[in-house]
């Protein structure tokens, strides 16, 4: 009951830093603490051997050896491979056996498949939309599309002792500058989200990332670039 609760209470604890890092303009203190929160949630390190690939069903530290020599190294490959290739992994990697086939691939469907696509609001759909003037606020309109329709809305964490919603933040940065920050949660088919931001002063193409970042995955994270013109 104490592990439950001081569990429960130190993701509270996190997403309060990721507030207070990102008022700050802290882009890799917002980034580290939220990768904190990924870490608490799957009771894991960042840079563990196995990749997280042990946390699935009936992937063992033999199965993930072989696996990696296969060329198999992170949940993302597993989680994008079509059906017909990731059979062929796993029966290479010993597991045969259809029950726990299917009980492996059932999860794996289930993990969230995401497309991330941003651009300036307004803008024709291209790379960057019109300039925009120094100290202005402009906004990067960010949409979400789920990949697959099996997604589930609670995280995947075998050691979290109770069910966790999957959360998802939006951090727009450039260097070691936090621009923007939203969280959100995701629908099976598309999220639409808005970053606003205030223009730089100093006139100029600026390139600056998107990143979408889990508050429950190791791994999945995504990034993209805008582009935004300031004269």
Not at 109 to 120: K, T
Not at 162 to 174: F, I, R, S, T
Not at 192 to 217: H, I, K, N, R
Request: net charge negative.
């Amino acid at each position: 009951t104490d592990t439950k609760s001081v569990l429960d209470q130190a993701l509270r604890v996190l997403q309060a830093m990721v507030d207070v890092c990102a008022n700050g303009g802290w882009l890799h203190t917002t980034l580290g603490t939220m990768r904190l929160s990924q870490m608490v949630t799957q009771a894991r390190f960042l840079d563990d051997d196995d990749a997280g690939l042990t946390d699935l069903p009936h992937v063992d530290q033999r199965v993930c050896e072989a696996l990696k020599r296969k060329g198999v190294h992170s949940l993302p490959q597993m989680v994008r491979a079509d059906p017909e290739t990731l059979r062929g992994w796993l029966a290479g990697a010993g597991l045969r056996d259809g029950r726990k086939l299917n009980e492996l691939s059932g999860v794996l469907r289930s993990l969230p498949r995401i497309r991330l696509e941003v651009r300036p609001k307004d803008g024709s759909g291209g790379s960057a939309a019109a300039p925009i003037a120094p100290g202005e606020e402009g906004v990067v309109l960010v949409t979400l599309r789920a990949e697959n329709s099996a997604s589930r809305s609670k995280a995947f964490a075998p050691r979290f002792p109770k069910p966790k919603l999957a959360g998802w933040w939006l951090v727009m940065g450039e260097d070691e500058e936090l621009l923007a920050l939203k969280k959100v949660r995701l629908d099976r088919g598309s999220t639409t989200a808005e970053l606003a931001f205030e223009a730089p002063d100093e006139p100029g193409e600026y390139v600056w990332s998107v990143m979408l970042v889990s508050d429950s995955y190791i791994g999945l994270d995504q990034t993209a670039e805008v582009r935004i013109v300031v004269q």
